[in-house]
């Protein structure tokens, strides 16, 4: 039987389609991209195990159970439990997904865990793996202890080696003495627009994401209330969509602004349809995040044509040029109340939104897979 098929495993992959798995939505993609190239099988999460038929493919779903994989911590001795039911279901089902023999190359989305149950299947049955990188692989579970050794054998033991931002390639490289190279990371969003995003007033303002202390979601609302009365006289609406574990922090700031008078508006998670209208609507895409490489979020903005308000952290003053936005000076509530009035003031550049774009596309990524695969082969 021929080796035909690439195993996807990965802690990321939509069960819903209410928006509230934004990396799932775009491991989706970058599925469905890579199905017209070559068959295709996923091992995800799920509630309990189970196979079903998913576009390009069939998806083997491992219990992991109805908490969200990242919101488990080893660092938490209380979470090793729920942790050992899902490494093992993980284990099970990579197993049961490659056991006919047709796998080709197992491609880990992301490090840990699933870069582990890759690197089971290719011990079993003698096929490669490669790993694909996010910042909580290094700037997170790297400093636990025993799960760093792990993490830095998994990734040297691989094949081929992505990270999805430049700063998270170098220090991956640095932690683990192994090589990554750069794979962005995005999702397939069509976004129209009925106008461009505005260069003058009044202004509306989005935050679309987790609403999480590394997305400074609590940062956005302290910055919103250092705003004078002068600079809400140049907005609209701020529109802050999303949910997490900061959401009890974010309603109460939203209720505090609404009832000084602000006008914001609050949604939950956002479907891919409902994230196309948004970003479709607003003027300036707000990233407050303490920490980040590339957000998902990023290429959606470059997908309507719309700038971006953002902190200074990991890739983003890399790649927001002149024209395409605004980097606050530092990390902080005041800092970005500054960077939000500076838009007030400039205009942005859709050319250079434009050419930025073209290195986010799942297709992209795709076929970088597969042509190393065939230069391989």
């Given at each position: 039987m ?9 802690t990321s ?17 970058f ?93 079993r ?18 400093r ?22 430049f ?74 969509a ?85 980097v ?18 400039d ?31």
């Amino acid at each position: 039987m021929d080796k035909d098929v690439i195993l996807v495993i990965t802690t990321s992959y939509p069960s819903s389609a209410d928006g509230s798995e934004a990396a799932g939505s775009f491991v989706a993609d970058f599925v469905r991209e890579l199905s017209k190239k070559s068959p295709v099988r996923v091992v995800a999460p799920g509630r309990s195990e189970r196979i079903e038929g998913a576009s390009g493919g069939h998806v083997w779903r491992f219990a992991a159970g109805s908490r969200p994989l990242s919101l488990l911590s080893p660092a938490k001795p209380w979470h090793w439990p729920a942790i050992a039911v899902a490494l093992f279901s993980l284990r099970r089902q990579s197993l049961a997904a490659s056991r006919d023999g047709r796998v080709a190359h197992v491609l880990a989305l992301w490090i840990l865990p699933s870069g582990w149950a890759a690197r089971i299947v290719s011990k079993r049955h003698a096929v490669p793996y490669s790993v694909w990188a996010l910042g909580s692989d290094i700037w997170a579970l790297a400093r636990v202890p025993l799960v760093g050794p792990l993490l830095a054998k998994v990734s040297r033991s691989a094949m081929w080696r992505f990270a999805d931002g430049f700063q998270l390639a170098r220090d991956a490289e640095s932690f683990t003495g192994a090589p990554f190279d750069f794979l962005p990371s995005s999702r397939s969003l069509k976004v129209v627009r009925h106008a461009p995003a505005r260069n003058r007033a009044p202004f509306r303002l989005l935050y679309l994401g987790r609403w999480h202390f590394n997305k400074g979601t609590d940062l956005l609302l302290e910055a919103l209330k250092l705003l004078n009365e002068e600079d809400w006289t140049l907005i609209e609406e701020v529109h802050i969509a999303g949910g997490g574990p900061l959401e009890p922090v974010v309603r109460a700031g939203v209720e505090a602004l609404s009832r000084a008078g602000r006008p914001i508006r609050l949604s939950g998670y956002l479907n891919s349809a409902e994230a196309s209208r948004a970003l479709g609507r607003a003027d300036r895409l707000l990233l407050p995040s303490r920490i980040e490489s590339i957000p998902v979020v990023f290429s959606d903005a470059l997908c309507a044509a719309l700038p971006i308000v953002s902190m200074p952290v990991g890739d983003i003053p890399e790649l927001i040029r002149p024209g395409m936005g605004w980097v606050a000076s530092g990390v902080s509530a005041v800092e970005f109340a500054d960077a939000i009035r500076a838009s007030f003031q400039d205009g942005h550049d859709e050319s250079e939104l434009s050419r930025c774009l073209k290195l986010f596309r799942p297709e992209g990524a795709a076929q970088r897979i597969i042509e190393l695969m065939r230069g391989h082969s």
